[in-house]
């Protein structure tokens, strides 16, 4: 107990994280130890590379983007901090969690509204808070298999954004996305459950 | 057994068609009583003799009477064919069917049949054989669970389902055993009852056990939340296993008799049950894998395709049984594993049959299952009673399955996401019927080793009985009591599928990142392999693409979206832009057109606007550019399809690339259109043109010529429409007709009857685009114009209408069967060819005259003349150079055709036919 304590001491700022994220102390560890884990050569920070270096990460098709979702605001380094906070998102949720919270408190980083916000944002590459169908077909082609033609990935890439847009404009705003998703557990299905 | 399989494996081989491979199994199951008396060639005897007499009989009789030789599949046949009746009675009110589950209704008319023939034959008679029940009547079930079982939500669960099947049944066994055997030396149980521990222990193995059948019966009318759902069937699935190995440790215990068993046997029975589970499913899994890659090379012979599901599913039960591992596992995982690989590769048609088929014969061994449960329980020489057992057995099975289930629930939810509250407790340890398998099992003890079998068949019945009429009734009521999470249907959209799978991606990158390989990281794991190898390894090529569940939504979307278009009256371009029904949001006015209905259904007969009259002017306008458009773009087969008479072969496919293009094209159409809407370019015109009488198209829908990157809206209507002559259509016609009546409509063209006026034409060029798309904004509505416009306004009068009032649609008499055919065609894209007359429809030749100098103003000033043929040319070209390897392998194929079929199997000639119209066109 003593031992871990201390290690915990390591974390710099974890009260004011554990507030923000709602981790818990045991998970806390654990992340830092994958962060140091991670961070090659013990720079207090991550790098894209050190991400990168992730094997499995290097096959996934949204890889990169999840990668790029660590460095917002242009960023080219991430704290521990920032990296518990991209986390945190995947927090599971708690049953009782909106009945007990303070109205004024901002939302949880693991709401539905902020997990959504974090899927969103990965389609969103230009950041202007809609869905293009260019940025569609982007997503499409990454995550749909290489023998589906080109015509066909844009037929489907037209079909989804019709699907969800609503106003209108040829793209998804992250309202008609959050809608268009209105059905679904997001809560279950952007959660893991290591991340207590 | 695998001797009687072989001989009725032996008839499987001449008929490798759909309909004798359904009767074979009906055979098998009613070949087996005789096959138990007579052995392997008394059955063939039997089952022969339909075909060919086997003796001479000394003087020639008349008549004769065989009875014997048919009597036992007759039976079998005749007690299949009064449960399906029976069924049919209980459906025929809602409300009892909706209160009494299916299976309970069964088990009572088992009871009363039972009594029946007990009153007649006194003697019972017709009871479940543990032998029929294993090797005929149960794996069609299995198969059928483990083939639509839903993988992902399987997988999803398969911690909490493997606990309750391998740690539950343990307890539910040891527990109930051990407290009959309590109970017993307590003396609450008559001292009658000659057992001991082990003999109680035997007892609790094979009444623990969750069954399948039961389970699945009394769920599937329930529909609680999917979670729920296969947690529960999933176990009773799984715990086969280890009822089988506990059922078997325990009986050769018995058999031994209790002081000779050595510690080293108890290891046995702890490793057995591994070899048994897993050898189950590694049987199951190399099945699969077989079955797999045999569906890889079928294309040429798709007929065989659903056999072949069965009968290596089959296999592997019986190679299961044979190792006496675990069958159920092995067929449950058999069917689970290949289902991905297998849907890939069959044909569309193979598919439905598949599913079908695997839907009847599971729902006929249910109903005979429960049918004759009922019917043994009525044998009393079977039965001793006992209430303090019976009453025991029931108290304790309820009371340990509910204790087990929240002791594992609260260990497991240590570990879920989503934990099970009290209320999906309370419906999994309720929802624990018993049923047939335990029954089986207990007519299976030998009566000398263990002395109170008799008193446990009693039990047996009662306690199945009690679970699935008792439990089963309230089931019901309970989960409305308790407010349990229902299952909720909503249609997939292309969204969700999508981000659904970001939403994957995005957890395993997740774990990845946080170095921890959970669930998550394990699945995308096994999806990478599964692309790069087994896939690659079990696909082929060109149902790869296919599987792309992206895709596969997408493509379900759009034949739903056409049925539902057709349906609606395919109001789809209108001044709201597109509405495509399968978007939740979109408020869709369902209004009627029936023009449009009509040509989207392209269906048809008729292809005659001449209908309609009810029709409000303003919608005039858009029926007729809808009209327009899709006259353009009216796919226009190239070959015909057949009323094939072969067994061999049904389908082409060529047929079925038809189709997909079909779909494709259409909805790249609408979707151009739509977007063209949504600006506000608009127009065209096209320029309609008398023709042909209505062409039967089997896919119902619109599709485009053109499709070598030119917009399909290239091809100008009027261009085709310029070239293509009825006159020489009307020959051919003629010399077909005596030959094939009913096939020679089929070859028709469009009729063209609508003209566009010369204002939508001149907008039409001005704007650049062919883009057909009708809005009122733009065409102001007029009765006039529409009058104009509408050149069938002028011929009314010349068909007679039907209104269909029940429904919104508006379908001329003669339309009907192409129009019901083209609808259900939608769905299989399988139905046979429509061979209805068309009584259509030559264009009134005022009109055609006043079209004249259009044409010739459309020919001169359309940008590309001779657009029209090249795309056609050129894709009945492609479409040649693609099938030319098929049409040998067709009349091979096709021994019984005519010889005048393979001209319009062959698209070679089907281009020809098309030259001579381009030429007769520049004649007009």
């Known amino acids: 107990m003593g031992a871990r304590s201390s290690h915990a001491a390591v974390i710099p700022d974890a009260d004011g ?18 962060f140091r884990a991670l961070d090659g050569n013990n720079k207090g920070y991550l790098s894209r590379t050190d991400l ?7 096959v996934n098709p949204l890889g990169d983007r999840i990668i790029d979702s660590f460095f917002p605001d242009g960023n080219q380094r991430v704290d521990f901090s920032g990296f518990v906070r991209i986390l945190a998102h995947f927090r599971p949720v708690e049953e009782e969690d909106p009945a007990m919270r303070d109205p004024k408190q901002p939302e949880p980083l693991n709401s539905r509204m902020n997990k959504l916000r974090f899927a969103f944002q990965l389609y969103d590459l230009d950041r202007d808070g809609k869905i293009s169908r260019h940025e569609m077909l982007q997503v499409l082609r990454l995550m749909v298999g290489v023998q589906v033609t080109e015509e066909q990935l844009e037929s489907i890439a037209d079909r989804t954004v019709q699907e969800a847009d609503e106003d209108g404009d040829g793209a998804v705003s992250f309202l008609e996305f959050t809608k268009s998703l209105e059905k679904m557990n997001v809560e279950q299905k952007m959660s893991i459950r290591i991340l207590k | 057994m695998l001797g009687r399989w072989s001989g009725s494996f032996f008839w499987l081989v001449p008929s490798p068609s759909f309909r004798p491979q359904f009767l074979q199994f009906e055979i098998s199951v ?13 059955a063939e005897e039997t089952t022969q003799e339909p075909g060919a007499p086997g003796e001479h009989p000394p003087g020639l009789a008349l008549f004769r009477w065989q009875w014997h030789e048919v009597e036992a599949p007759y039976l079998v046949a005749l007690w299949i ?9 209980f459906h025929l009110s809602r409300k009892v069917t909706s209160l009494v589950p299916e299976s309970c209704l069964l088990i009572l008319l088992g009871l009363v049949l039972g009594g029946i023939v007990l009153a007649v034959a006194k003697k019972a008679e017709y009871q479940l054989e543990p032998g029929t029940f294993f090797l005929f009547l149960l794996p069609p079930i299995v198969l059928d669970s483990g083939y639509f079982m ?11 389902i493997l606990t309750y099947a391998v740690v539950g049944t343990l307890w539910n066994a040891f527990t109930t055993g051990a407290a009959l055997w309590g109970l017993r030396q307590a003396g609450f149980v008559a001292s009658r009852v000659q057992a001991g521990l082990l003999d109680f222990l035997l007892f609790g193995s094979l009444i623990s056990a969750v069954d399948p059948v039961a389970v699945l019966a009394v769920f599937e009318e329930v529909h609680v939340n999917e979670t729920l759902f296969i947690i529960v069937f999933g176990e009773s699935l799984l715990n086969d296993a280890v009822t089988v190995v506990l059922y078997k440790v325990c009986n050769s215990f018995v058999e031994m008799g209790s002081a000779n068993v050595q510690a080293a046997d108890y290891l046995k029975g702890v490793a057995s049950l591994f070899v048994v589970s897993l050898g189950g499913a590694a049987v199951g899994l190399v099945f699969a894998f077989l079955l797999a890659l045999t569906t890889r090379f079928t294309k040429r012979v798709r007929i065989i395709e659903p056999l072949l599901v069965f009968l290596l599913a089959y296999a592997a039960y019986l190679t299961a049984e044979m190792a006496s591992l675990s069958a159920i596992l092995a067929v449950t995982m058999c069917g689970l594993g290949c289902k991905k690989y297998v849907e890939a590769n069959i044909s569309h048609k193979s598919r439905t049959a598949v599913k079908y088929t695997m839907k009847t014969l599971a729902s006929c061994a249910e109903t005979v299952i429960f049918m004759l449960l009922g019917i043994s329980a009525v044998d009393s020489s079977k039965w001793a009673w006992d209430s303090g057992l019976v009453l025991g057995t029931l108290i304790f099975i309820l009371f340990f399955r509910a204790l087990g289930v929240v002791l594992q629930t609260w260990v497991l939810n240590q570990f879920r996401l989503v934990p099970l509250d009290k209320i999906d407790q309370v419906v999994m340890s309720y929802g624990g019927l018993r049923g047939a398998v335990a029954f089986a099992l207990v007519i299976l003890l030998d009566r000398t080793k263990v002395p109170a079998k008799d008193y446990f068949v009693a039990t047996t019945i009662v306690v199945v009985f009690f679970t699935v009429i008792v439990q089963g009734l309230t089931i019901k009521p309970l989960v409305k009591w308790l407010k349990v999470k229902r299952s909720e249907h909503h249609k997939p959209t292309l969204n969700q599928e999508l981000h659904e799978h970001t939403f994957d991606h995005i957890l395993a990158a997740v774990e990845d990142v946080v170095g921890h390989h959970g669930y998550h990281y394990w699945r995308d794991r096994w999806e990478q392999f599964d692309k790069k190898y087994l896939s690659q390894l079990l696909m082929r090529r060109s149902a790869y693409r296919i599987r792309d569940q992206i895709w596969d939504v997408y493509y379900r979307l759009n034949i739903r979206d056409a049925i539902s278009f057709v349906d609606q009256g395919g109001h789809v371009l209108s001044s709201t832009g597109l509405t495509l029904p399968s978007m939740p949001s979109r408020n869709s006015v369902a209004e009627t057109s029936v023009t449009n209905l009509l040509r989207e259904s392209g269906s048809g007969a008729c292809l005659d606007l001449q209908v309609i009259d009810t029709v409000r002017s303003g919608r005039d306008r858009e029926d007729a550019a809808m009209h327009h458009l899709l006259c353009g773009g009216l796919y226009k087969p190239r070959r015909r399809y057949k009323a094939s008479c072969s067994r ?8 079925e690339r038809q189709d997909k293009e079909v779909f494709q094209q259409n909805m790249k159409r609408r979707l151009e259109s739509f977007k063209s809407t949504k600006h506000n370019i608009c127009f065209t015109k096209s320029k309609p043109r008398p023709h042909k009488a209505g ?10 010529e053109a499709i070598n990157g030119k917009p399909p809206r290239d091809l100008g209507f009027q261009d085709t429409a310029a070239v293509i002559l009825n006159v020489e259509s009307e020959e051919e016609e003629e010399e077909e007709s005596d030959s094939s009546e009913t096939e020679k409509e089929d070859d028709e063209g469009i009729i063209f009857v609508a003209r566009a006026t010369s204002e939508v034409l001149q907008e039409g060029k001005v704007s650049g685009s062919l883009e057909l798309c009708p809005s009122p904004r733009v065409i102001p509505p007029s009765p006039t114009c529409a009058e104009k416009e509408l050149p069938w306004k002028s011929g009314q009068g010349d068909l007679a209408v039907y209104v269909s009032s029940e429904t919104t649609k508006i379908v001329p008499v003669d339309m009907q069967m192409g129009w019901n055919q083209s609808i259900s065609s939608l769905e299989s894209l399988a139905s046979p060819p429509c061979t209805q007359a068309t009584t259509l429809t030559r264009l009134p030749p005022r009109q055609q005259d006043a079209e004249e100098p259009q044409a010739l ?7 590309h003349p001779s657009f029209a043929f090249p795309p056609s040319l050129a894709k009945a070209g492609r479409s040649r150079s693609e099938s030319s390897a098929d049409i040998p392998q067709q009349q091979e194929l096709q021994p019984l055709m005519g010889h005048k079929d393979h001209t319009h199997l062959s698209p070679g000639t089907a281009t020809s036919h098309w030259c001579i119209h381009f030429n007769r066109g520049a004649r007009l």
Do not use: C, M, W, Y
Not at chain 2, 150 to 160: E, H, K, Q, T, V
Not at chain 2, 695 to 704: C, E, M, Q, S, T
């Open chain 2, 648 to 655: 061999h072969f049904i389908s082409e496919d060529a047929q």
């Open chain 2, 150 to 160: 839903p993988s992902r939500l399987f997988f999803d669960n398969l911690g909490a």
């Open chain 2, 857 to 863: 103003l459309d020919l001169s000033s359309d940008p």
């Open chain 2, 695 to 704: 062409r039967k198209k089997k896919d119902g829908v619109a599709n485009a």
């Open chain 1, 52 to 58: 990168q270096q992730i094997g499995a990460l290097a």
């Open chain 2, 81 to 89: 064919l009064v449960a399906s009746l029976a069924k049919i009675v």
């Open chain 1, 17 to 34: 994280i554990r507030r923000e994220t709602g981790f818990s102390q045991a998970s806390l560890l654990r992340l830092h130890h994958r």
């Open chain 2, 30 to 42: 009613e070949a087996f009583p005789s096959l138990r008396e007579n052995g392997v060639v008394a």
